[in-house]
């Protein structure tokens, strides 16, 4: 049974990102963990949230953070802020596994 995760990274463009996003799925590629990973703007968000099982968001939109979890399209997702040193290092494994580990409710 092939089980595909749906992630999305929130930031305030939907570009910074994108190299966050390729590193995640080069080491979801490596453990052979078929997952779905997006960035995007906090404005497209209702367009996206759909079939999410998790939203990260970036360090420079952690103010939203209470606004989206608390829009009833969210409810049930989790959703939290990538560590500051995760995002600046852009350590995908690390990011990976909080996704990961947010959807598996650990």
Request: charged share 25%; glycine share 6%.
């Amino acid at each position: 049974m092939v089980i595909i995760y749906n992630i999305l990274l929130v930031c305030s463009a939907g570009m910074s990102t994108s190299l966050l996003v390729d590193k995640m799925r080069v080491v979801a590629k490596e453990r052979g963990i078929e997952v779905d990973i997006n960035a995007i703007a906090e404005a497209d968000l209702k367009n996206y949230l759909k079939d999410a099982n998790v939203l990260l968001l970036g360090p420079q939109v952690r103010y939203m953070l209470s606004k989206i979890k608390s829009m009833p399209e969210t409810q049930g997702i989790p959703v939290e802020v990538i560590s500051t040193v995760d995002y600046g290092m852009m350590r995908g494994d690390k990011v990976l596994d909080t996704a990961l580990n947010l959807i598996q409710g650990k």
